[in-house]
């Protein structure tokens, strides 16, 4: 699975951005995929993240409510919709994939990642 993540920029506080993780693979309807960020000289940090058969949803504390994961498997692509943007919520974002995922919110239990996408939200 090779996974290829967009959709960033620069925004004011406030504002909004979806970010998109497309898949390129026959089988990526069975992955369960999650976002991740790192902001500068911080270590990648778990955002959301969804299941491909429950469809159940997982999310950070502070993005709660601000963040809503979804996916199309006719598209093969994940979104991360981001509303009521935040200085702090800037970071380089991550999709990353996982056949077989033990936590959610582990990145070293994903397989396969995307080149990231740099999301800035000015003050």
């Known amino acids: 699975v090779q996974l290829q993540a967009s959709g960033g920029g620069l925004v004011q506080a406030g504002g909004s951005l979806r970010l998109s993780c497309a898949a390129s693979?026959?089988?990526?309807?069975?992955?369960?995929v999650g976002w991740f960020q790192q902001g500068p000289g911080k270590e990648r940090e778990f955002v959301a993240a969804?299941?491909?058969?429950?469809?159940?949803?997982y999310y950070e504390d502070s993005v709660k409510g601000r963040f809503t994961i979804s996916r199309d498997n006719a598209k093969k692509t994940v979104y991360l919709q981001m509303n009521n943007l935040k200085p702090e919520d800037t970071a380089v974002y991550y999709c990353?994939?996982?056949?077989?995922?033990?936590?959610?919110?582990?990145?070293?239990?994903?397989?396969?990642w995307g080149q990231g996408t740099q999301v800035t939200v000015s003050s």
């Open positions: 693979g026959r089988t990526f309807s069975s992955y369960d």
């Open positions: 969804i299941r491909w058969i429950t469809g159940r949803t």
């Open positions: 990353a994939a996982a056949a077989l995922l033990g936590s959610p919110r582990s990145r070293f239990d994903y397989e396969y």
